[in-house]
């Protein structure tokens, strides 16, 4: 098995999508001691500029969501993030591009597989959710996230924390009273252990 240090120093340096607008800057958070495991679709063009994962609006709600600190969500080893896509996809008409396949394909399996702690996943948009709940893909996200409880304490599904998705979040006040509660227990037990 390749070690954990090795793997990431190899995904760092891929090149595999060299025709990507801004070009290849693999973005994600590994750790062999990682218990709660942040899925999410690709990163933006603001935290590909900045060279860090979630540092932006998106990453304010997620935090806010998780009831963590910066200094915990990047710093804490327990903390892992491994996107759908590691680097920038480009943007289309409603937004950024979906995450590319390549990643998937050629480092997935292998990222997971060097985590062996992962207690809680969770699970953030559309290409996230195909992917680890293969079997919802027919649901709409509302459909996925509304049957949580069913997928606590293993996995959470959430929608995007994206300023996109206020409406959802106003359409579906249900989120932050009753699940984003229930995450930030989960994410404090799980942390003070």
Known sequence: MVLIDELSRQVRACTICKDLPLGPKPLFKIHGQVKILIVGQAPGRKTHEAGRPFLDASGVRLREWLGVDDDTFYNDPRI???PMGFCFPGTGKGGDLP???ECEQNWRRQMLDVMP????TIIIGKY???WHLPDRIKESITQTVSDWQVLL???LPTPHPSPR????LKNNPWFEQEVVPRLQERVRVMLDE
């Open 99 to 101: 995450p590319r396949a």
């Open 117 to 120: 702690h992962v207690e809680l």
């Open 153 to 155: 304490p293993e996995c």
């Open 165 to 168: 998705n206020n409406r959802w």
């Open 128 to 130: 996230a959710r195909d």
């Open 80 to 82: 892992g993030i491994l």
